[in-house]
């Protein structure tokens, strides 16, 4: 099985010209092909991949995480800061441009490779095969902060069954003499939804410096929000599928019904009037397309991995331009919740949801049950992207460990277990006194910093590396039709220039992190940096890796693992006469050696 053993080792499999190198002799093409027979060896070993029962589970599943917990609260504030409907301008196009093709790329990288980011990646540009190990890097730094934000929806849906409600005034043991029952412009008051946040709930210390205790309460409520993770996902997509038939379409009830009721509430008309009505001055500035772009990264999920972990998981022959409308229904609930709650978009962060929303409900008919419904659609909202984060890991480990972790761990369920508790000790931090500052700092340097380097480099490796040209013919080998003359011309020039700019904007553009009007202090920032490192670092990491175990002079090896094709045609010209037997492996044709 040598191509399938070169395809799974090595991933050599790119076709670049690089003109200024000599081509490595034929005696390096045979020490290459000896080393990746080596190091892939253990790929004979995994069984027929699972696939989605119904396409209709792998669309629901992409539906469920586009509106995460981080657009309901971000997609409305950049709507307010950046000028209203006119934010939509810029968010279109750049959808069209940009959130669009890039999402027809990786749907089209995982579904051909059959494998998670790491492998998938690997495959398409050996170079840079660190982009991958990054996507997992983020996607488990990200899973164990990100859940404890499913912890808070958890607390806050038990604490709704109380009449009244504990944030509805402040007669309580925790609020302080500047509590007040309704919302002031005063900055020396507080509400009691915001009390009941600050000082019930977190119980949150004066700053990073002071650690306080672990909150018992919360890490009891952590542990039970990934027992629930644990047995949505144990099952793979067999489980996954079935579960998101509820958690990705129960949301857009509540919201529906949210939509309606919020009508009626002061200031809301108001609030939907502004996020229609545009304010085209604002598209003059070149941070509001910067962010619209950014934005689309964060609404499609473009550099986390998870598209292609969940197209790993499609038919081989399963046509993906019909999934690319995923992007467009994605945009859809993202622009429908920016209308929702755009009355009180001047709110950013976990403040909009967990205090804002409480105190619209306090002063609510029936708040209980309203208070119920909302948080609920939190933890389904939760609940979605979590799987996805989480399916990367295990897709990404099974893909590259599956000999060693079924002899360590037996069955698969086994390993999920395993993966989910080591991240549920990783997010205890953020269940401490202290955790509300420990969630900004791994957000604002992980979602925001190290995303957008890696979505560069990702790019770069499949779009210029790899070749429009290979990418096209691998969709016509799937589906009977290559990628059109749009698509061809967005993944060539219009994306890597975009990315680009946008990468260097991030950078000019950056702004240390901060929650409120506490700024995090010099060694916390650098602490936020070493976070942000260390998912980038494996980009680097991964190069090096590749010119350490390859053999010849380092030219050499940035010209095999840049332009694999050109050896696996090679090796067909010169053993054609020893076989006429041939093995094919999703398009990689290689002459099976009997010698």
Not at 423 to 446: E, K
Request: charged share 10%; proline share 4%.
């Amino acid at each position: 099985h040598f191509c399938f053993a070169v395809n799974q080792s090595m991933h050599l499999l790119t076709n670049v010209k690089l003109s200024s190198l000599s081509e490595p002799s034929e005696l390096l093409y045979t020490e290459v092909r000896a080393t990746m027979l080596t190091q892939g060896a253990d790929a004979d070993q995994e069984p027929t991949r699972p696939t989605w029962s119904r396409q209709i589970e792998f669309t629901l599943a992409g539906i469920g995480c586009a509106v995460g917990l981080g657009n309901v609260w971000r997609f409305p504030y950049l709507c307010y800061r950046s000028g209203g409907g006119a934010f939509l301008v810029p968010y279109l196009l750049m959808l069209v441009v940009l959130g669009i093709p890039l999402l027809y790329m990786e749907l089209t990288v995982g579904q051909y490779t059959r494998r998670g980011p790491v492998l998938a990646l690997a495959t398409v540009c050996p170079l840079l095969k660190g982009v991958g190990i990054a996507s997992v890097a983020i996607s488990f730094i990200m899973c164990t902060y990100y859940n404890v934000v499913i912890t808070w929806a958890l607390y806050y849906l038990f604490s709704s069954f109380q009449a009244p409600l504990p944030w509805q005034n402040c007669n309580n043991t925790w609020n302080t003499p500047n509590c007040t029952n309704h919302a002031t412009n005063s900055s020396y008051s507080s509400t009691a939804s915001q009390e009941f946040f600050k000082y019930k709930m977190l119980e949150q210390t004066s700053g990073v410096e002071d650690t306080g205790v672990l909150r018992w309460d919360l890490f009891l409520i952590l542990i039970l929000a990934w027992i629930l993770i644990y047995f949505c996902i144990f099952k793979g997509v067999k489980s996954t599928g079935k579960v998101v038939y509820f958690t990705a379409l129960f949301p857009y009830v509540i919201l529906i019904a949210l939509l309606i009721n919020n009508a009626q509430l002061p200031g809301a008309l108001e609030g939907i009037k502004f996020f229609i009505v545009p304010v085209w001055d604002e598209l003059l500035s070149v941070e509001v397309w910067v962010n619209a772009a950014a934005q689309i990264f964060n609404s499609i999920g473009i550099g986390f991995g998870s598209l292609m972990a969940m197209s790993s998981y499609n038919d081989f022959n399963n046509n993906i331009l019909n999934h690319s409308h995923l992007s467009l229904r994605r945009i859809a609930c993202t622009v429908i919740n920016g209308a929702l709650t755009s009355y009180m978009s001047y709110y950013t962060g976990p403040g909009l949801v967990y205090v804002v929303y409480p105190q619209a409900f306090a002063n609510m008919p029936v708040a209980q049950l309203w208070a119920v419904l909302f948080f609920f659609m939190l933890l389904c909202l939760g609940l979605d992207s979590e799987f996805a984060m989480v399916e990367v890991m295990v897709t990404s480990l099974m893909d590259q460990f599956y000999k060693d972790v079924i002899h360590i761990f037996k069955k698969k369920e086994l390993f999920v277990l395993a993966v989910c508790f080591v991240a549920c000790l990783f997010g205890i931090p953020c269940v401490m006194q202290v955790g509300i500052y420990v969630f900004q700092l791994l957000d604002h340097y992980t979602a925001i910093v190290s995303i957008m380097f890696l979505a560069f480099f990702e790019v770069m490796a499949v779009c210029w590396i790899y070749g429009v040209k290979r990418l096209s013919a691998n969709l016509e080998e799937m589906n009977g039709n290559k990628a059109n003359i749009f698509f061809r011309l967005c993944w060539l020039i219009v994306a890597p220039v975009l990315i680009t700019v946008i990468l260097i904007f991030s950078i000019i553009q950056f702004k240390p992190a901060r929650y409120g009007k506490y700024v995090f202090p010099p060694w916390a920032q650098g602490v936020g940096w070493i976070i942000a490192l260390a998912s980038i670092i494996w980009i680097p990491l991964g190069a090096i890796h590749t010119l350490w175990v390859l053999p010849g002079s380092i030219m050499e090896v940035m010209y095999i693992s840049c332009s694999y094709t050109l050896y696996c045609q090679k090796y067909s010209l010169t053993h054609q006469n020893h076989s006429r037997s041939s093995n094919h492996f999703h398009g990689h044709k290689c002459i099976q050696s009997h010698t």
